[in-house]
Each structure stands twice: as structure tokens, then as C-alpha cells.
């Protein structure tokens, strides 16, 4: 099928940085989209971040100036540098993918990464 494997995530200080990534591999035959999603202990999941095969970015208001999205869509693979962090940011990162597959032959379908939690000190 279709795995996502993620890295990047850990604890860092208010105002530092880390940077997200995530690899997608399996009967792929094209990817539409990926994107990141983020969810906090008793709240919903939501979107943080999301770019297009072509190139197209959309961000959640509160990240918006702070991270960038990026992707190398010959490895499959989508960024998310995440600068000026705040205590707010922490919460499980999620990698996703609108992915189209070989097999089920032209099966369009989204997955999802195991998750990354993210933890920022004040």
C-alpha cells in the first residue's frame, strides 16, 4: 500500500526552530497534494499546512508568516520548517497525502503518518 514515514519532530525552546519532513512510498501513481496536520491533547486536528503537486501553499492563520511548506515531488517527499515557535505549537504533527495508486489500479485515497509530537518550552 502506502506508508508515510516522518522525522523531524522533538522539544525546542520559544523562538527556535525545527524542521518536519515526511517520505512517502508504496503503490503510488501520483500524489495530488500532502500536507501537515496538527492536534493538541482535547482538541480537534487541524490543518496546518498544505501544497499542491503543483506548487500551490495554503496555511492556517495562526502559523502563517512562521512556517513554509515545501515538497520534491520526485522523492515524494513534503517539508515543514517551522521558525519562532510557541508554547502553542505543540501538539501531534500529522503527515498526509491525497495520494492516486498503482494498485488498487487508479484508486484515489488519503494516508496518513503514525505522528510526531512536537513540544515547545516557554
Known amino acids: 500500500q502506502v506508508q508515510l514515514v516522518e522525522s523531524g519532530g522533538g522539544l525546542v525552546q520559544a523562538g527556535g526552530s525545527l524542521r518536519l519532513s515526511c517520505v512517502a512510498s508504496?503503490?503510488?501513481?501520483?500524489?495530488?497534494?500532502m500536507g501537515w496536520y496538527r492536534q493538541a491533547p482535547g482538541k480537534q486536528r487541524e490543518l496546518v499546512a498544505l501544497?499542491?503537486?503543483?506548487?500551490?501553499?495554503n496555511y492556517a492563520d495562526s502559523v502563517k508568516g512562521r512556517f513554509t511548506i515545501s515538497r520534491d515531488n520526485a522523492k515524494n517527499t513534503v517539508y515543514l520548517q517551522m521558525n519562532s515557535l510557541k508554547p502553542e505549537d505543540t501538539a501531534v504533527y500529522y503527515c498526509?497525502?491525497?495520494?492516486?495508486?498503482?494498485?488498487?489500479?487508479?484508486?484515489?485515497?488519503?494516508?496518513w503518518g503514525q505522528g510526531t509530537q512536537v513540544t515547545v518550552s516557554s
Open positions: 498526509n497525502a491525497d495520494v492516486t495508486t498503482t494498485q488498487p489500479r487508479g484508486m484515489r485515497a488519503r494516508y
Open positions: 508504496g503503490s503510488i501513481f501520483s500524489i495530488n497534494a
Open positions: 501544497i499542491t503537486s503543483g506548487g500551490t501553499t
